[in-house]
């Protein structure tokens, strides 16, 4: 018997299962980034299992997509995350009608602002680079670059980390700044703070951790579409060693977690911050398994994390099904502490995506 039809045996399988069948069964999508971020994770299921069980979450998918299918667009980055569920089911069962979807949606992505090294502006009507950004149309541009094999996708999105690297990176701790303003309209967004780019560089002033977390996410996974021969491995192999070298240091060892905000490990108001400590240790996790690094003290790092996790913020529903906690709801960009003020929720379906996915790898190892 497979392990997602036995008794549970790992937090990851209950979180799984949980997910399917209570918290988001495929009749419950829709077509936004938050579920993309819980349908990647069942995607990377598919990739990484058995025969058996591949049919159980290709199933999943199709109906999951045949539910949003109408929704589909690709007019924002965060509409374009769940490009990804079309480009997947396309792939793997040949439908026409799938890819033709997804061609429509990278044809509107296409057409998305711009700012003025050619990077993707995260909302519509402005032009600022956010670090999500890299997550929402990456996990698209894989899976487009899977289901064709055509080097466009993947060169846009090589494309896109590099304009998002130039303006967010902070060479000190490797982490990237949560964003960069092109057009400087000097407004507040639906959930952000006036005022975040008046910096002379126009750049935010902090590191949020889950935005790094998607980038971290982003090259590892680009990384392990790409063929071990081509041309763009080394170089975001380079950049993933770059955002990972530093994590161990800023690691609570005592909860295995990273922060809300990961370089003010002494703040008293920062908190531990699950979805950010879930994709870095995934991040870190696949460096190892590709040689990026090869320290004792990041597969420790990555040991405390999977038990810190289950220990901190995993809680059971009143099914006995294991769900997630301490995961840091919706965020824009502000100051610190409109970051430290952000509150943390329960049971979002990209914790639970995050969560899953680097719980599975681990213990695939």
């Known amino acids: 018997m497979s392990f997602i039809t036995a008794q549970s045996q790992t937090w990851t399988d209950s979180m799984d299962i949980y997910v ?68 997947f089911v396309a792939r793997v069962t040949g439908d026409a009608t799938y890819k033709s979807i997804a061609e429509k949606v990278f044809e509107q992505y296409q057409k998305i602002n711009r700012t003025s090294n050619g990077g993707v502006s995260h909302l519509a009507n402005y032009k600022e680079l956010w670090d999500d950004t890299i997550f929402m149309v990456g996990i698209f541009l894989q899976e487009m670059y899977l289901l064709t094999n055509d080097e466009k996708y993947i060169d846009e999105l090589v494309f896109q980390i590099d304009a998002h690297r130039e303006k967010l990176l902070d060479p000190k701790f490797g982490l990237w700044y949560h964003g960069w303003d092109d057009d400087d309209k000097g407004r507040c967004n639906i959930c952000g703070e006036a005022g975040w780019s008046k910096d002379p560089e126009h750049r935010s002033q902090e590191f949020w951790g889950r935005g790094n977390g998607w980038v971290v996410v982003t090259l590892s996974q680009t990384i392990n579409v790409l063929p071990k021969s081509h041309p763009k491995r080394e170089k975001l192999a380079s950049y993933l060693k770059e955002m990972v070298v530093n994590l161990p240091q800023l690691q609570d060892t005592a909860t295995g977690h990273w922060f809300q905000l990961p370089i003010r490990t002494t703040d008293p108001k920062n908190y531990i911050e699950s979805s950010c400590t879930a994709m870095f240790a995934y991040g870190i996790s696949s460096a190892l398994k590709l040689g990026i690094v090869s320290s004792n003290e990041y597969q420790k790092c990555v040991d405390r994390a999977y038990i810190g996790l289950r220990k901190h913020s995993i809680q059971k529903t009143n099914k006995n099904f294991l769900t997630t906690k301490n995961v840091c709801k ?21 914790g639970l995506g995050m969560f899953i996915l680097f719980g599975r790898s681990y213990e695939k190892r």
């Open 20 to 87: 399917r069948t209570k918290y988001m069964p495929p009749l419950k999508n829709q077509w936004s980034w938050q579920r993309a971020a819980l349908l990647k994770a069942i995607t990377e299921q598919y990739n990484n299992t058995n025969e058996n069980d591949k049919k159980l979450y290709l199933n999943y998918m199709i109906r999951a997509v045949k539910k949003v299918k109408g929704a589909a667009n690709g007019r924002t980055p965060n509409a374009v995350a769940s490009g990804l569920g079309v480009a």
């Open 330 to 350: 919706g965020t824009c960009i502000g100051s610190k502490d409109y970051y430290l003020n952000r509150r943390a929720k329960s049971q979002k379906p990209f």
